[in-house]
């Protein structure tokens, strides 16, 4: 297991600035993760986007934190479940674990541990694209 390359602890996510950082650093890992995987969409520069667009117009961060468990990219959304959903799905887990000190699990993982109900779905995407460690 690799270490997490932004150790931003939770009480300080709080604060506007250090929560914009830790945003744009997990958007950029996601992206990098479909690149690297070769899964990348379009879609995925929209990834988490309305965490900074509520900040800006002042909606404390725990608000939106909770607000966004049923965003389209998660698996546990009432959303239908395409290839690119859950490519980016396995793309934030992955990311998760360089930009999350409370995420510190790989893609596999985290399937394992949190969706092994959704595994038999994600296995084929996951060896397809090399998540499957």
């Keep these: 297991m690799g270490k997490c390359l932004l150790p931003i602890p939770g009480k300080w996510k709080q604060r506007w600035g250090l929560v914009w950082v830790y945003w744009f650093s997990h958007w950029f890992f996601v992206n990098l993760m479909g690149i690297r995987h070769l899964c990348w969409d ?6 988490d986007l309305e965490k900074p667009i509520k900040l800006t117009i002042g909606i404390p961060y725990m608000r939106i934190k909770q607000a966004h468990k049923g965003a389209r990219h998660h698996l546990n959304a009432c959303c239908p479940r395409d290839k690119w959903r ?10 998760s674990h360089f930009t999350k000190p ?5 893609a596999k993982e985290t399937g394992e541990k949190y969706h092994p ?3 038999p779905m994600l296995e084929p995407y996951m ?3 090399g998540f499957w460690h």
């Design 42 to 47: 379009p879609m995925f520069l929209l990834h």
């Design 86 to 95: 859950i490519c980016e799905a396995l793309c934030d887990w992955e990311a």
């Design 102 to 106: 409370d995420g510190p699990l790989l």
């Design 117 to 119: 109900d959704l595994m």
């Design 127 to 129: 060896k397809k694209y």
